[in-house]
């Protein structure tokens, strides 16, 4: 028996792999600290967790409307509101399973074979994997340290072609914590328009943020209707395992984005839509002191990891990942990570599981306590110092 030949050209994320790799050394008796996923470790809010108990026992168990339950659209519809400068209307906010249910929809409902699709490199590697899948061409524009990990709209615009069919941009970012400024959105804007692009705009850590305001390049002149929003609950409310993401799509493609649904999922669990109507419209003390404590965190790792010698790292501006730059260990990312895991029982991605332009990078996620990123960066020195040592002397 063989698989079909389109499963030849569908990726992973790595992360899951590497966790795997730690866990079975775990099992053999070794410590490891997780810096791979990408995953709070705090517990969802007790109020949203209630409100889905109280669902359940009230009998919210059947089928939801595929779209997503109305008071759950209408509540994001509410939300984005308040906090991206537009209003969209809620018949346009579908709830679907896990963020990763927007990116399919998005590029199947839109990626024709051979038809080109722009990915940031590094990015989240679900992006280009789908855009294979479907038969499409990823176009990898670079995300670079030396731009403050932001993408250069100059060069952005020298990559559409007239097979071009779609931007994808995520800000904050995963795997750099690079945000987007205003300035950088016009720009993306004003290529989407000239050429009749379709936006992917990920903004999964939009709450995620140390400084300034979120800016939505839907709310920009023009961009609403060539713009799908990605969002969810899993990063803002510590709800990885609720497995509730959503999109906010122009009028023009709620219908194909809707027959997506139903011949995949059928629709989010009832339930824990209710419970996500409690986290996106009730209180936010919760995400506000997560928020706190992943900044005081990403000070510990970029100030550890900028003291150990060979390593470079960026203070990123959001999400819950730094993006170090390791050439002067002497190794590759790929290379360092393995050592790092096997010799000091740390567990990071390297840098091209995002992509070629990570080659000399690691990412370490620090959504974990601030105990086990000491004792991380204390191990992670205890491989790369010897290293940078061997490299001076020859």
Wanted: hydrophobic residues 45%; contains cysteine.
């Amino acid at each position: 028996m063989q698989l079909a030949q389109r499963m030849a050209s569908i990726g992973t994320e790595t992360a899951f792999e590497a966790a795997a790799r730690a866990r079975a050394l775990e099992a053999q008796g070794r410590s490891i600290v997780h810096l791979e996923i990408g995953e709070p470790d705090f517990d969802t809010p007790a109020n949203v967790r209630e409100a889905a108990k109280r669902a359940i026992d009230a009998g919210k168990t059947h089928y939801p409307p595929f779209p997503g339950i109305p008071e759950l659209r209408e509540a994001i519809a509410a939300d984005t509101a308040a906090r991206r400068g537009f209003a969209p209307d809620p018949q346009n906010v579908f709830v679907t399973v896990g963020g990763k249910g927007v990116m399919y929809y998005a590029i199947l409902a839109l990626v024709d074979p051979g038809d080109e699709v722009i990915v940031p490199d590094p990015g989240y590697p679900i992006y280009e994997s789908v855009t294979r899948f479907v038969g499409g061409v990823p176009v990898p524009i670079a995300i670079r340290q030396e731009n403050q990990f932001r993408l250069d709209p100059d060069e952005l615009a020298s990559l559409v072609t007239p097979r071009t069919r779609m931007i994808v941009i995520n800000s904050p970012q995963n795997p750099t914590g690079g945000v987007l400024t205003r300035g950088d959105l016009e720009r993306i804007a004003q290529v989407a328009v000239e050429h009749d692009l379709v936006v992917l705009s990920d903004e999964i850590y939009s709450r995620i943020l140390y400084s300034g305001e979120h800016v939505s390049i839907a709310s920009l002149p023009g961009m609403a209707e060539r713009t799908i929003v990605l969002d969810g609950f899993s990063k803002t409310w510590a709800m990885t395992g609720w497995r509730l993401g959503y999109a906010i799509v122009p009028a023009w493609l709620g219908h194909g984005f809707g027959r997506l649904i139903i011949n995949s999922v059928s629709g989010a669990t009832t339930f824990a839509q209710v419970g996500a109507v409690e986290a996106i419209a009730g209180p936010q003390d919760e995400v506000d002191r997560m928020v706190a404590e992943f900044r005081a965190r990403r000070d510990l790792i970029v100030d550890g990891l900028n003291a150990i010698p060979g390593v470079t790292c960026l203070r990123p501006d959001g999400a819950f990942y730094v993006f170090p730059e390791i050439s002067g260990t002497g190794l590759t990312g790929a290379q360092l990570a393995d050592r790092l895991l096997h010799e000091g029982g740390v567990s990071v991605l390297a840098g091209t599981a995002f992509g070629e332009v990570g080659v000399n990078h690691i990412r370490l996620s620090y959504a974990n306590s601030r105990q086990n990123i000491e004792e991380a960066l204390r191990r992670m020195r205890t491989v790369i110092e010897p290293l940078v040592a061997a490299g001076a002397a020859r």
